[in-house]
């Protein structure tokens, strides 16, 4: 027998962060938006000045991403965890 999930309550953090993982993606992969030798930034050709500044994006958006999955795990909790949680808490209580 299938087991029901309740629907998510978090469908739109997880669409946020799919955008901001995809741009990452786009942004350093997608060849055409950086074949170019000009604009020249302190002598060195668009291509490879253009890449660079993407490592730090990607940081700030990989950060971000993960910031946002830990609070959607966070706020979902599961009735499982929830049990754990208060037999803890009584086991605390008992001693």
């Known amino acids: 027998m ?3 999930r309740a629907p998510s309550k ?5 669409m946020v962060i799919t955008v901001l993982l995809a741009a990452a993606l ?16 302190g002598g060195f050709p ?4 253009y890449q ?8 700030i958006l990989a950060a971000a991403a993960y910031l946002l999955s830990r609070r959607a795990e966070r706020g979902r909790g599961n009735a499982a965890d929830d049990q754990v949680l ?3 808490e009584q086991e605390v209580n008992v001693r």
């Not at 978090?10 to 997880?14: A, D, I, K, L, R």
């Not at 668009?46 to 000045?49: N, R, T």
């Not at 660079?52 to 940081?59: Q, R």
């Open 52 to 59: 660079l500044m993407w490592v730090p994006i990607v940081a």
């Open 2 to 4: 299938a087991q029901h």
């Open 26 to 41: 786009i942004g350093t992969l997608w060849v055409p938006f950086y074949n170019d030798l000009t604009p020249v930034l």
């Open 86 to 88: 208060e037999q803890d």
């Open 10 to 14: 978090h469908v739109g953090t997880w």
């Open 46 to 49: 668009f291509f490879y000045w």
